[in-house]
Structures are given as C-alpha cells and as structure tokens.
C-alpha cells in the first residue's frame, strides 16, 4: 500500500508572476529573495544534510541578508496565499528530486543580448549557496569532497565567484556551459546526500535540525512510556491517549474533536506517522507544543497543546506536514499565541 501523500502541483507560470510581484512590492524588504533565488535557496535546503525548519527558510526569504525583517502582509489571507505558494514550491522541488530527479530543471531567468537568449543564472546560485551557508557545517564534507560540483554555484553566487568571473572573461559559450550545469549538479548533491542520510539511519544517528536562529539541535526520539504513564511529549496526557494513538483509532471524544483513521483491508489498528516538524513554539515567555500526524492513509492533523492541556485540532487536514506547521505559525504570528491557550481548567476546542 502506498502511504504517501500526494504530490503538490507545481506553480502555474502566472502564481510564479503573482509570487514574483508580491516579492518585489514595496511590502517586503528590500533584501528579500526573488523567485529564481527562491528556487536555488529552497532547492540546496530540501537537498542537503539536514532538516531545516520551514520558518528559518521564511526568515531568509524574507530577509536574504540577515534573516530578520520580515514582510507586511494586508491581512491573513494574503499571508496564507503567499506562504502556501512558497511551500508547494518548496514541496514540488523535494518531489522532483526524491521520485523523478531527472525531470529537474533550474528556475532561471533569461534575458537577451545581442540577438542571443541568455540564462541569467546570478540569483539561483546565489539562492543555492544562501541554503548552504545556513547550515556551512553539515555541507563542509561534500564540499571538501567534490568541490567540482560546485563550480558554477560558487562563480556565480558569491562575491569572490564574482570577482573571478570578471578577470576570466569567460566566453558566452562557457557560460551556457554553466547554465547547463546547475541541473546535473543539484541531482549529484541531492543523491550524495539522500546516501549519506541512509547511512546514518542504520547507524541509528539522530537527524539533525536548523532553527530559525541557524542553531543545529538533533531531533530527538522520544522515551518510551507505557499505556497508563504520562506521556512524555509533555501534553500531560496518558501516552495511550496522546502518542499512544496507535493503540486506538480515535481520538478522546470528551470535550474535543473526534477524528478517525481509516483501517486497513486486513483489519489491523492504523499506525500513526509523526512528522519530525512536531516542535514547540515559544512567544513572551510562554508556549505550546505542535503536534503534526496523519495515518497511514489520508491527510495530515495538526494538533496544538498548552501548558495546561488544552488541546485544539484542526477540523481540516494538510496535504503536507510543512503546511501543518505553516498554518500553525501563521496563526500564533497573526493572532498571538494566546489565541491557542486555554484556561487552567484544562477544556479543550477544535477549529
């Protein structure tokens, strides 16, 4: 039985203009990326060593520079329109290159010079490196390994490539060399590390993840807790009722949403998948904790629980667990955290 989620379809020609005229408004910082910088960013990120979080790829989207401004939004549905556009870009890019790598192209800008059409090929390798400093530890390896590989990323997307280039006037032909390069070179990396990732989960390595702050914290696999003991996310529920619901296929129905998965044609209880994505979120000396799972079929839940056990679950699902957590964000960023905790008396809600 395939198990996985379906694919995100890639941005129509006009939502890659519509993405690209919101980036260029006078909303967003003038350090914001644009789409073909988008596309070599979000491309090294899905690609490389380690999972980084989708709020650190925002930040410095928004931010190219430092990470920090971030844009203003007319209103929330603007905010869901745009961020929604990024991540089924950032989901088409993963799907390509993890199902079908060979159909992966660049998104590059073109331009004409005398008479010729030329692919302009700055803002993707600068996007590309961006997504490598983020996390310059993790690639260091590779980067020591096959430096050929990064030929054309590093010319074209760092000053010093830059300087290069203008004292080696290389010819119109070697540049389409390059051009025509990028491609290959995101499939080797891409495979390089989708290896080396294999090999660190048989050796039982924990993954690592990038924060917003750039700061790499391995994810943790949570302790093992039985039935009737607290369950050790810290929801304050029995783990048979929270990270437990493997053992049952709904979920509490007092005083919150039931949900139910789909079993299998054998009958079996379902076994729920948890998105590494799960993470707390802090604001103001507070927090929650987000809970992101689906069964082995259908869509993504998300769950969030405060400090005093209320719960509120989402009455629809996500096709992706990065959309989860983007509308998750987007509502403690735009309605405060406060809008997802409850009182002390431990009532739970659903939305």
């Known amino acids: 039985m395939n198990d996985a989620a379906p694919f995100a379809p890639p941005l129509s020609e006009a939502e890659i203009e519509e993405l690209d005229e919101f980036l260029m408004s006078d909303h967003v910082p003038d350090s914001s990326m644009d789409v073909s910088m988008i596309d070599g960013f979000i491309t090294a990120l899905v690609s490389g060593p380690n999972l980084v979080m989708p709020s650190t790829m925002l930040n410095w989207i928004w931010d190219a520079d430092n990470g920090r401004e971030a844009p203003q939004f007319s209103d929330a549905l603007e905010y869901q ?10 989901n088409d890019i993963n799907d390509t290159l993890n199902a079908s790598a060979n159909n992966y192209e660049p998104l590059i800008m073109e331009s004409r010079w005398e008479g ?38 590093t010319l074209y997307g760092t000053e010093s490539g830059w300087d290069e280039l203008k004292a080696r006037k290389d010819s119109v032909d070697q ?45 943790k696999r949570p302790p ?11 929801s304050g529920k029995k ?12 979920f509490e129905a007092t005083g919150r949403k039931t949900a139910t998965f789909p079993r ?33 079929t259908g869509g993504w839940l998300l769950e969030i629980v405060d400090e005093f056990g209320n719960s509120t679950v989402w009455d629809e699902s996500f096709a992706t667990d990065v ?3 983007a509308e998750a ?6 309605e405060g955290i406060t809008s997802v905790i409850g009182s002390s008396l431990r009532k739970s809600s659903a939305v």
């Not at 329109?81 to 950032?90: A, D, F, M, S, T």
């Not at 390059?178 to 290896?195: G, K, P, Q, T």
């Not at 807790?225 to 996310?233: L, T, V």
């Open 81 to 90: 329109r745009i961020v929604g556009l990024i991540l089924r870009h950032w």
């Open 116 to 153: 010729r059409t030329m692919p302009v090929i700055d803002e993707w390798c600068e996007g590309y490196h961006k997504g490598l400093s983020i996390d310059a530890a993790g690639w260091t390896p590779l980067l020591a390994e096959h430096p050929e590989w990064f030929t054309a990323i």
């Open 175 to 219: 540049h389409e060399a390059f051009a025509n390069s990028l491609a290959d070179s995101a499939r080797r990396i891409h495979r390089y590390w989708v290896e080396d990732r294999k090999l660190r989960i048989e050796r039982d390595e924990m993954p690592v993840a990038i924060g917003p702050t750039g700061k790499r914290e391995p994810l």
């Open 224 to 234: 093992k807790a039985g039935r009737n003991e607290a369950c050790p996310c810290g």
């Open 239 to 250: 783990y048979k009722r929270c990270h437990g619901l493997l053992e049952s296929n709904e």
């Open 264 to 296: 299998s044609s054998e009958g079996e209880e379902p076994t729920l998948i948890h998105s590494p994505l799960s993470q707390r979120i802090e604001r103001v000396a507070t927090g929650v904790d987000l809970e992101i799972y689906r069964g082995s």
């Open 323 to 325: 959309e989860a957590l």
């Open 329 to 334: 964000l987007n509502v403690i960023d735009s």
